[in-house]
């Protein structure tokens, strides 16, 4: 059900990395398209000690600094809309001036977006819900990580769950707000083509790269306490897996989506024990070469010594009728060769070759999500020729490059999607209480099984493709990752 317009968003955590890097620009694009509703004013909040000018200022050159070229009047227009109340969610007066500035400019449904560290999340909720933003116009924004391990994050959502019902808790992952991987459920359910053969039948094993060239980039702090399973896969994986893996919703719509996506996380199979050794490889950068460029080890930016990891590979499977014996390969890591974020299907074989001892590879459907948007389809074709000493094939790919396809359409970052959502109420590519505390047991169970075994990350160099004990993992099972 979607609930009315927002009239007023409430964005706590605003001098913040996220807000300035992320919020704050696509706040400014939604405003230069004219797409954020006509009467919504934005109040920023954080704890520094700003005035309305002070905050202006600052919002204007972090949206120029991250590349939005600045027309003075849309500028002006979007900071017409904001305000800012400083405020400090330990100091219950900060929070009642906050509440008080936000109850007296608005006129209907009011967004609250939590940018800070999610241990303040349950505490400014109770002070929202004290000051009468927590009633029925009114709807929570969280950003990730809900949490630590699954027990925090069940801490957070009773906290959140005390002054907002479930229905008005929209939880960020941006992964889904992208572009690419609304595709992804485009290309799965708008098309006939693929659905009789995606499942266990047809596939032999599905892979999910999502791969960084960046390193810790000054986040050094936040990152050494969570690593690459609770930065990346916790999260983003966990989501993408879920839109592959999942049944067809019938329809676009919260309920629907996430039903579906909550039985993909319920079915996978627990990486417990010794298990855990064979399904899972942990890695952590040592010195190396990105772009002929060297770059320093994670414990020399970080300066010390450290056992998080920054990379990690799994091989997943889900236990149910449709993907039963199918391993999903899911890798994620900091300062890999190149930035990618990718999805391969490779098909079983033929059952029966034709051609004599002509070798035939499977097809596979490879769907890049970023950094271009591409789709491609390998099949076996004749190699032009007489053949006399017999038919020759070879691998082609049908390939279908949708930055081309629409070059004319502007493409949207994934906070600019997200926010109009939330705006408007529509939870469908937010993230359900169940789906992220089934995500936290998962992996809490594979990093009490590491922690258990005494199994550290293993070193690999900045510039390749994780330890080799992550080639190992698809070998030991005929597979090879797609590179
Ligand atoms: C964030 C992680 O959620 O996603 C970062 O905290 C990571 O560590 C980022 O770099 C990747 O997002 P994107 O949109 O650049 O693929």
Redesign the pocket.
């Known amino acids: 059900m979607s609930r009315p317009m927002a009239s007023m968003l409430v964005l706590f955590g605003a001098t913040g990395d996220l807000a300035q890097r992320m919020l704050l620009p696509a706040l400014y694009e939604l405003q230069r398209d004219r797409l954020l509703p006509d009467g919504l004013r934005i109040l920023a909040s954080s704890r520094s000690d700003l005035d309305d000018a002070g905050f202006r200022a600052l919002a204007a050159g972090s949206i120029e600094r991250h590349g939005h070229p600045l027309d003075p009047a849309v500028l002006r227009a979007l900071v017409d809309r904001i305000q800012y109340q400083p405020a400090d969610s330990q100091d219950p007066a900060s929070m009642a001036k906050l509440a008080a500035a936000a109850r007296d400019r608005h006129d209907g449904d009011v967004v609250s977006h939590l940018s800070t560290a999610p241990r303040l999340y349950a505490s400014i909720c109770e002070a929202l819900g004290q000051h009468g933003l927590g009633g029925s116009d009114s709807r929570v924004l969280l950003e990730?990580p809900i949490g630590h391990d699954l027990a925090s994050a069940i801490a957070i959502n009773d906290g959140v769950a005390r002054v907002f019902d479930e229905e008005r808790v929209f939880r960020v992952d941006?992964?889904p707000g992208?572009e690419g991987v609304q595709n992804l459920i485009s290309l799965r359910f708008g098309n006939a083509l693929f659905e009789p053969l995606w499942n266990a039948r047809h596939v032999e094993q599905v892979q999910i790269t999502?791969s960084?060239t960046?390193g810790v980039e000054g986040?050094g702090d936040y990152?050494d306490h969570s690593g690459a399973m609770r930065?990346?896969l916790q999260?983003?994986l966990l989501q993408l897996l879920c839109l592959v893996a999942m049944e067809p919703p019938s329809q676009l719509e919260p309920s629907a989506v996430r039903n579906e996506k909550i039985k993909v996380l319920r079915s996978l199979r627990a990486i417990e024990g010794a298990d855990a050794a064979s399904h899972s490889v942990a890695g952590q950068y040592t010195a190396g070469a990105i772009d002929g460029r060297a770059v320093p080890g994670y414990r020399e930016e970080l300066g010390r010594d450290s056992r998080t990891e920054t990379f990690v590979a799994l091989r997943a499977h889900i236990d149910n009728w449709r993907w039963s014996g199918v391993p999903f390969y899911l890798r994620t890591g900091?300062r890999l060769p190149r930035r990618c974020?990718e999805i391969y299907l490779q098909f079983r074989a033929v059952p029966h070759s034709i051609f004599g001892g002509v070798e035939t590879q499977p097809n596979a459907l490879v769907i890049r999500l970023?950094p271009e948007e591409r789709i491609s389809l390998t099949l076996m074709s004749k190699t032009p020729g007489l053949d006399r000493q017999g038919l020759k094939l070879s691998q082609v790919s049908l390939d279908l490059d949708l930055h081309d396809a629409f070059e004319k359409v502007r493409r949207r970052s994934?906070y600019e999607r997200l926010y109009l959502d939330a705006l408007e109420g529509n939870g469908t590519l937010f993230v359900r209480r169940d789906e992220t505390e089934t995500a936290w047991q998962w992996v809490d169970g594979i990093l009490h099984a590491w922690h258990q075994q005494g199994l550290a990350p293993k070193p690999y160099p900045a510039g390749t493709w994780g330890p080799s004990a992550a080639v190992t993992l698809t070998e030991r099972h005929g597979h090879s990752w797609r590179e």
């Open positions: 990730k941006h992964y992208k999502v960084e960046v986040r990152y930065d990346m999260n983003h900091k974020t970023q994934a």
